[in-house]
Nanobody, 115 residues
Framework: QVQLADSGGGLVQPGGSLRLSCAAS????????MGWYRQAPGKERELVAA???????SIADSVKGRISISRDIAKNTVYLQMNSLKPDDTAVYYC?????????WGQGTHVTVSS
């Protein structure tokens, strides 16, 4: 089975930055797409950003320009760089990896943007 370890969340002030990490227990080339979802209290889970096996990225319109996704293939790790954070970015962020047959989820890392 594949494990995804997501980390990097914490408390940050508005306008600050965080970088979330998702470390996979296997080569990320095992997956067709990897991405980050988030779920805020009282809201449905939403896709924030994704990156394909070929390295093509997609960013949600709501965070475009502030948030980007990248990867380090040697480290089996996908990153979510978040800048100019807003209180509305407060959520639990989940790493996701989709293979041909199965989809995997990290445990979630909590991001709180507050003064």
């Amino acid at each position: 089975q594949v494990q995804l370890a997501d980390s990097g969340g914490g408390l940050v002030q508005p306008g600050g930055s965080l970088r979330l990490s998702c470390a996979a227990s296997a080569s990320i080339f095992n997956f067709n797409v990897m991405g980050w979802y988030r779920q805020a209290p009282g809201k449905e889970r939403e896709l924030v950003a994704a990156i394909t096996r070929d390295g093509v990225t997609s960013i949600a319109d709501s965070v475009k320009g502030r948030i980007s996704i990248s990867r380090d293939i040697a480290k089996n790790t996908v990153y979510l760089q978040m800048n100019s954070l807003k209180p509305d970015d407060t959520a639990v962020y989940y790493c996701n990896a989709k293979g041909d047959l199965l989809t995997y989820w990290g445990q979630g890392t909590h991001v709180t943007v507050s003064s």
